[in-house]
């Protein structure tokens, strides 16, 4: 195979599956809540500060620890701590629109993710400079040519993971089953004796650490993270969402691969198209919600009278 | 007890009276003196800070001693606001100080986009504004009245960049990689040009937006040419990140740029990737008031270091400052005239302006290269 294609097919498939992790979250708290937690990609970004912190006080309280398991060991704290976050977001916020218009609690959200990006620049120190962010794992190897970081195959092969392990938790297991059972009609499942709110709480959590993932992925395969990085990270993860059909998984999946292999081609082939690859993402979302508006594997919203 | 309170009362009165009475009879000139403000303007948070910061300083250090000379008319006060490499921060910055009817005049931006948006604000109110950091040719271009600027343009860098690559490095072809912001498509088309005319090509030219995070796809691109090096004409963060993941393509060529990302910043981003990255930078200069300029900073005690901007900030403080001596505060548009027309023995050498408002002060330029981790001057 060409190595330049192969490279682009690499490229294209690490920054769409980062872009799953993510974009997963927003599918998942959409089909079971029917809220757009418009600032997911804010507390995905959580994450890597967790861990980078969680890192630096490994590296000078309890030394000596090899680089890469500090970093392993600070990353699955920060997942946990994210996953946490998101269920006390849900429970000092979001619980409070359960009622209302959705409308509402988009607005809250919005907000939300507004707090949280102010709140990392305010805590962390020099929190509004850029952070450098260490890779997953340095070595790289080369076949002819094409050059491949382990890292990069870390990161696919973790997220194809999760992609699988959410699949069974939700089809396979009692709590997935119950998930679901709420998701498709909150007050039966009630009636069933489930407990709607323990449900949400672990839904957001589940949505949260898996964010974190990407959040840390998103961070390790720039270099660095940012206090605001969560913005274009949640706009990009909520799109493709949208593109896949907002509460799909598969849909949201098979979504940020369709955004990253816009981006990638547009890169590749058009002569100006890196400055302008946004646009071709954005006009891709317009044109799935004038063609389709529930997305390529959402189903049709009926209303109901 | 109530004795005693109304006693206490009286206490606190007289020593505060006391406490009064001391303070006036110090001999301080300085209240006699009419107070005037000076604002700075720079990126003090964010990716380029660094830059920010130690220019700030040198802004403080040339006020601070101002006011330590007796024969300075005026109690300068700083004000220092940042505009976080961001033009619409930056213009809420230049509307405060425009608004602030003390604020005599101010210096500012270490980012063109930032100054380009914001020296209408002051051109507005008719704000003498010193631009000391942002190099774009399109500062100046426009001659508004009231902007001048004590740095060398982005062609002035560029120029003997494209010639030194050309011709010492031997380089016949390049790709250019840069920001879509008027200063990376300024560099990109500067150093396309200037390499041009030494019988160089240009084999790709892509413009990324600032805060891009993901360069895999258009190196790979660059991967598929037959370039010899990448020119990079943006600043520090997206520099790192681009070095960075151009080591994790394995594209093995030189990246070279002007004064953008001379930063310890670039290099903690790229990391070990950051290695023989290249720039060119205006020669550092050794003269007795730049080495005392350096030596009253480190006495002063600043929390951070001094950066390649300082001097430049210092200067433009000072220029400020003995032109507001020299016409006062009443006619700013008398003020403006008498910058542009002057020559202010300083740091950086005697600074004059041009009919654009454009330091005439000739660089020289060397080649800084990263090595073992620092930016070190390259052994020709």
Redesign the interface.
């Given at each position: 195979m060409d190595m330049?294609l192969a490279?682009?097919l690499l490229?294209w498939l690490v920054?769409g599956s980062i872009l799953a992790l993510v974009a997963l979250g927003f599918s998942l708290l959409f089909g079971v809540l029917n809220v757009i937690h418009f600032s997911h990609g804010d507390v995905s970004i959580v994450g890597p500060f967790v861990a980078l912190a969680v890192m630096q006080y490994l590296l000078v309280e309890i030394l000596p620890h090899t680089w890469a398991s500090a970093l392993i060991l600070a990353a699955a704290v920060a997942i946990f701590a994210t996953g946490c976050l998101g269920v006390a977001l849900d429970w000092l916020v979001i619980r409070r629109f359960r009622t209302a218009p959705a409308m509402m609690a988009l607005v809250a959200t919005v907000a939300l993710g507004a707090v949280i990006r102010e709140l990392i620049r305010m805590l962390y120190p020099?929190g509004?400079?850029?952070q450098?962010f260490p890779e997953l794992m340095s070595a790289?190897f080369?076949i002819e040519?094409l050059?491949v970081?382990i890292s990069t195959l870390f990161m696919f092969a973790v997220s194809v993971l999760m992609v699988a392990g959410l699949y069974v938790i939700m089809h396979r297991t009692p709590l997935g089953m119950r998930i679901r059972a709420v998701a498709q009609d909150r007050d039966i499942a009630r009636l069933m004796g489930i407990h709607p709110n323990r449900i949400f709480a672990a839904t957001f959590f589940i949505a949260s650490a898996v964010g974190a993932i990407g959040g840390i992925f998103?961070a390790s395969?720039?270099?660095?993270v940012?206090f605001d990085?969560g913005i274009?990270l949640g706009l990009i993860g909520f799109s493709a969402a949208v593109i896949g059909g907002l509460g799909s998984m598969h849909g949201a999946i098979i979504g940020s691969l369709v955004l990253a292999g816009i981006?990638?081609l547009a890169?590749?082939t058009l002569a100006?198209g890196?400055?302008y690859?946004?646009v071709f993402a954005f006009l891709l979302v317009i044109l799935v919600l004038v063609l389709r508006p529930s997305g390529l594997f959402g189903k049709p919203v009926f209303e109901k009278v | 007890m109530k004795h005693y309170e109304m006693s206490r009362r009286a206490l606190l009165g007289i020593t505060t009276l006391a406490a009064v009475a001391v303070a006036a009879s110090f001999p301080a000139p300085a209240q006699n003196k009419p107070t005037i403000k000076l604002g700075f303007i720079g990126p003090v948070s964010g990716g380029n800070a660094q830059q920010g910061l130690g220019a700030r300083n040198g802004f403080l250090l040339a006020v601070e001693q101002a006011n330590a000379r007796a024969d300075y008319p005026y109690r300068v006060e700083a004000v220092t606001l940042d505009d976080a490499s961001d033009p619409q921060t930056g213009v809420g910055a230049a509307m405060k100080l425009v608004n602030d009817p003390t604020v005599v005049s101010a210096t500012g931006h270490w980012n063109s986009p930032v100054a380009l948006a914001t020296i209408p604000v002051f051109n507005r109110s008719e704000m003498p504004f010193i631009v000391w950091g942002a190099i774009s040719p399109k500062i100046t271009e426009q001659n508004l009245p009231v902007v001048t600027r004590v740095t060398p343009t982005l062609l002035a860098e560029n120029q003997p960049l494209a010639e030194w690559t050309a011709k010492k490095l031997g380089l016949k072809k390049i790709a250019i990689v840069s920001d879509t912001s008027d200063y990376g498509t300024g560099n990109a088309k500067a150093f396309a040009d200037f390499f041009a005319d030494h019988g160089g090509t240009t084999v790709s030219t892509n413009l990324l937006p600032v805060g891009t995070t993901d360069f895999r796809a258009v190196l790979t691109k660059i991967k598929g040419t037959d370039a010899q090096a990448i020119y990079f004409g943006g600043v520090i963060a997206e520099a790192g990140i681009l070095r960075k993941q151009q080591a994790e393509l394995g594209l093995d060529m030189p990246m070279l740029g002007i004064s953008g990302f001379y930063d310890p910043g670039f290099i903690s981003i790229a990391g070990a990737a950051a290695e023989g990255a290249m720039v060119s930078y205006p020669a550092s200069q050794s003269n007795p008031k730049i080495d005392k300029l350096y030596a009253d900073y480190k006495a002063r005690g600043f929390a951070e270091p001094t950066s390649p901007y300082t001097k430049y900030a210092f200067d433009a403080a000072n220029i400020l400052l003995a032109a507001i001596k020299e016409v006062g505060i009443k006619d700013k548009a008398a003020l403006a005239k008498h910058i542009r027309a002057i020559k202010y023995d300083g740091v950086l050498g005697t600074t004059t302006f041009d009919a654009n408002g454009q330091t005439k002060i000739p660089v020289k330029v060397e080649i800084k290269v990263v090595r073992d981790g620092k930016w070190v001057a390259k052994e020709d």
């Open positions: 330049l490279q682009h490229n920054q020099q509004s400079n850029p450098p790289q080369e040519g050059s970081p998103y395969s720039a270099g660095l940012r990085f274009q981006d990638t890169q590749a100006d890196a400055a690859r946004l | -």
